[in-house]
């Protein structure tokens, strides 16, 4: 053999044998530690959450009146019709009530049987003065003239009531909503004559549940829309008794620049259902539900802990807690499948700085190299 041959086969080898060798001896790699999951945090705080209903107003006149008659009649004349802007003590109708003239007589009769009884009584007043009657003479007569004057001044307030039930005029000024109304129509005391609206602005009235009453006060705010438009207004009046008919109490608010809106018309309105002041609040989406009880995951030196809470009111992004926390308690606002009672997580603020001071190592190391 060649010995020339012999020489490289052994370098060959030599070589291969070193190639192999780092191989076989090279450590196994080193399982890398599953992350700690990072977590968001956030304390209770107090907020107001405020929770709206929405419910169908009826728009009013914030002063509104229905004119009745205070004595049955015909009516004799008609002053208005409807869509007629009136002032105060305007003439609305008249009314035949077949009772004035009969007080005009009466209080006629009883003025002559007055004015007698004073004429008389000074007459007896001279003769008493000239000692030429009896005290009880005069006495008499002075009786007779309080009497005659009590009994006119009688019959001129039924003469007077009797002119007010047939004369029919605006008790406020406004616009005549309603006048159905016509000469020699005959009509009762239970007889709508007119309505009236005040020249002021327009009010809502409403009807609501005792829980949504409870929750109301005067001076409350609402928010009315119609036709896409809103409008903002207050509570004015708050029934304290139950409608009979609907169950429910009535409620009126009024309305700031409404005028536009017409009488009788419906809105649409929110108000008010239910209301927690100052409540310590989390965000919603912190509370989780186990076949209907309510918890929450809270942090604590890097360890995960499962805490049932008591919810009250919440809106769509707070939530009111009543019991279970504190208001030192930190709450795990993100979501992780590794949220478990103990688990280990890290806070992401802490998990920045981290990353940062390793951004910061790896620049360093580059900038090394790279000088060498």
């Known amino acids: 053999m060649n010995k020339g041959v012999i020489i490289a086969g052994v370098a060959v080898a030599a070589i291969g044998a070193a190639m192999i060798v780092p191989r076989v001896m090279k450590p196994k790699a080193v ?3 599953a992350p700690v999951p990072v977590v968001d945090v956030e304390k209770p705080q107090s907020r107001d959450i405020v929770l709206y209903r929405n419910l169908v107003g009826t728009v009013e006149p914030s002063d509104v009146v229905y004119i009745y008659p205070k004595a049955a009649g015909e009516i004799t004349d008609v002053f208005v019709k409807a869509g007629d802007v009136v002032t105060e003590g305007q003439a609305i ?7 004035v ?22 007459r007896q007043r001279a003769l008493f003065a000239a000692g030429d009657i009896a005290s009880a003479v005069y006495e008499q007569a002075d009786m007779q003239a309080k009497s005659a004057r009590i009994q006119y001044e009688q019959a001129k307030l039924n003469y007077d009531y009797q002119m007010e039930f047939s004369n029919i005029t605006a008790p ?28 002021g602005s327009k009010a809502i009235t409403f009807s609501v549940t005792e829980k949504v009453v409870d929750q109301m006060a005067v001076g409350d705010g609402v928010t009315i829309e119609k036709n896409g438009k809103e409008y903002q207004g207050s509570i004015t009046e708050i029934s304290s008794m139950i409608d009979a ?56 030196n890097g360890v995960v802990h499962h805490l049932p809470v008591e919810v009250g009111i919440y809106d769509s992004e707070r939530a009111q807690i009543l019991s279970g926390i504190d208001s030192e308690a930190l709450i795990i606002t993100t979501w992780s499948s590794e949220l478990l009672e103990g688990a280990q997580v890290q806070l992401a603020k802490d998990a920045r700085k981290e990353s ?15 000088a060498e």
């Open 172 to 199: 406020i000024s406004g616009t005549v909503e309603q006048c159905d109304v016509e000469v020699h129509d005959n009509v009762a005391q239970q007889s709508m004559i007119c309505v009236i609206s005040g020249a």
């Open 101 to 122: 003239d009969t007080a005009r007589l009466s209080m006629e009769a009883a003025k002559t049987s007055m004015d007698n009884a004073n004429a008389n009584l000074s």
């Open 245 to 300: 008919a609907t169950g429910l109490f009535k409620i009126k608010a009024s309305v700031e620049n409404g005028d536009a809106l017409p009488t009788g018309s419906a809105v649409s309105l929110y108000v008010v259902s239910d209301r927690a002041d100052q409540a310590m609040s989390i965000p919603v989406d912190a509370i989780y539900y186990s076949g209907g009880d309510a918890y929450v995951y809270t942090y604590d």
């Open 356 to 370: 940062s001071s390793e951004d910061n190592s790896d620049n360093v190391q580059a900038e090394s190299t790279q």
């Open 31 to 33: 399982l890398e530690e």
């Open 93 to 99: 109708c008249k009314i035949d009530t077949k009772q």
